[in-house]
T-cell receptor
Framework: DQQVKQNSPSLSVQEGRISILNCDYT??????FLWYKKYPAEGPTFLIS?????DKNEDGRFTVFLNKSAKHLSLHIVPSQPGDSAVYFC???????????????FGKGTKLSVKP | DAGVTQSPTHLIKTRGQQVTLRCSPK?????VSWYQQALGQGPQFIFQ???????QRGNFPDRFSGHQFPNYSSELNVNALLLGDSALYLC?????????????FGSGTRLTVV
């Protein structure tokens, strides 16, 4: 039973336009959410995160929005660039274990293609 | 500054065999986590090591075991390989006391079981 769902396997966007990637979760105990970007033959790279006490976090062209009541988060990329073409994973954590990070629960990913 | 290094990058094993995958964490990191990514799926947490002990474990059978060495490097061992163990195995390192989710992932080991 998937606790983190990315219902769109792929998304195609024109360069310069906005890319919106969506993620839904089922476990209300999740308190931290992250987005990772993955190119072929490379490991996932951390992109941006958000704590459950916030509803928005921005970092340059990337903004993550969290709607706790809907158990939904989204990643906005503005403006989209061809180099953003990759697989994007949404991940969630139920909190810290001891002094460390808890394990992450990932969605299946959304493949973003940004066309020039 | 080297990131997370995993070896080998690819390997092919026969069903029933045993395999060992290796991971060297990013310089300065002391915690290693292992994830399995099957085709078309997101990474799935296997276990996490800190101070040479398994600290957390995901929903994986005992055929999956690990080890962390005093230099923080780690091994993932899988016994009695099944065809379903074919996947990309990712190692992620982090700093235990940092308390955030600053994982650095390696590029992974692609395991094919035939």
């Amino acid at each position: 039973d998937q606790q983190v769902k990315q219902n769109s396997p792929s998304l195609s966007v024109q360069e310069g336009r906005i890319s919106i990637l969506n993620c839904d979760y089922t476990n209300s105990m999740f308190d931290y959410f992250l987005w990772y970007k993955k190119y072929p033959a490379e490991g996932p790279t951390f992109l941006i995160s958000i704590s459950s006490i916030k509803d928005k976090n921005e970092d340059g062209r990337f903004t993550v929005f969290l709607n706790k009541s809907a158990k939904h988060l989204s990643l906005h990329i503005v403006p989209s660039q061809p180099g953003d073409s990759a697989v994007y994973f949404c991940a969630a954590s139920g909190g810290h274990y001891g002094g460390s990070q808890g394990n992450l629960i990932f969605g299946k990913g959304t493949k973003l293609s940004v066309k020039p | 500054d080297a990131g997370v290094t995993q070896s080998p990058t690819h390997l092919i094993k026969t069903r029933g065999q045993q395999v060992t995958l290796r991971c060297s964490p990013k310089s300065g990191h002391d915690t290693v986590s292992w994830y399995q990514q099957a085709l078309g799926q997101g990474p799935q947490f296997i276990f996490q090591y800190y101070e040479e002990e398994e600290r957390q474990r995901g929903n994986f059978p005992d055929r999956f075991s690990g080890h962390q060495f005093p230099n923080y490097s780690s091994e993932l061992n899988v016994n009695a390989l099944l065809l379903g163990d074919s996947a990309l195995y990712l190692c992620a390192s982090s700093l235990w006391d940092r308390g955030d989710y600053g994982y650095t992932f390696g590029s992974g080991t692609r395991l094919t079981v035939v």
